[in-house]
């Protein structure tokens, strides 16, 4: 797991979105309730998830406590995700692959909030002005970063252009997220029985 934790975080850092301080990068090690825990420049370590220390490692055990399905969590800066501060309102789902691997995106919040934000199995949100992300497997957390920020940079520039942004239908958005609640399930079962979940597939 430290070579999958360093080749991520080397991932994300290269796309410019694991570059600051306060950035950080984990991963859950489900049959010993720990976590890999990764900041900018720094070597992985292992912390426990009921007592993880202070600040970001604190939300993500937080996160992966609320959440059984999470493999993998990303405390990011990315440029076009963090202008959804400005804006103070979430990202309504306007593209299918944002339905399907992101689900119901929440309102800029407070990490004393993070229940709230997490309760609906969305994978992607602001935390205390940081992107927080989540997802099942490393690779999955992976791509829901880059899909997240992709996203953003569309809206926030149609935002802030006056465009008009539409929602996609109530059912594409309805099948989607029933889609990913199935993937989170099927990764909390996983994890539960102490074993890392295995990568979703297809659409």
Known sequence: ????????????????????SGDALSLRIPDQG????????????????????????ALHAQAYRLRQDAGAIASLSPRWSLQLQGLGEAMP???DEQARHLGHCWQPTRAEHLQAALAKGGNGGLVDGRLLILGVTRNRMLFN????????????LARLGGGQVRKLPWIVRYVAGNRLLKDEARAALSHSLGQRSAEPSGY
């Open 1 to 20: 797991m430290q070579e999958e934790i360093i080749q991520a975080a080397s991932r994300l850092s290269g796309k410019g979105l694991l570059n600051r």
């Open 34 to 57: 720990q976590m890999l825990f990764v900041e900018p420049g720094e070597l992985p370590r292992t912390l426990e998830l009921a007592n993880p220390g202070n600040g970001t490692a």
């Open 93 to 95: 789902g306007i593209f």
């Open 145 to 156: 970063a880059e899909l997240f920020e992709k996203c953003a940079m569309a809206y926030v």
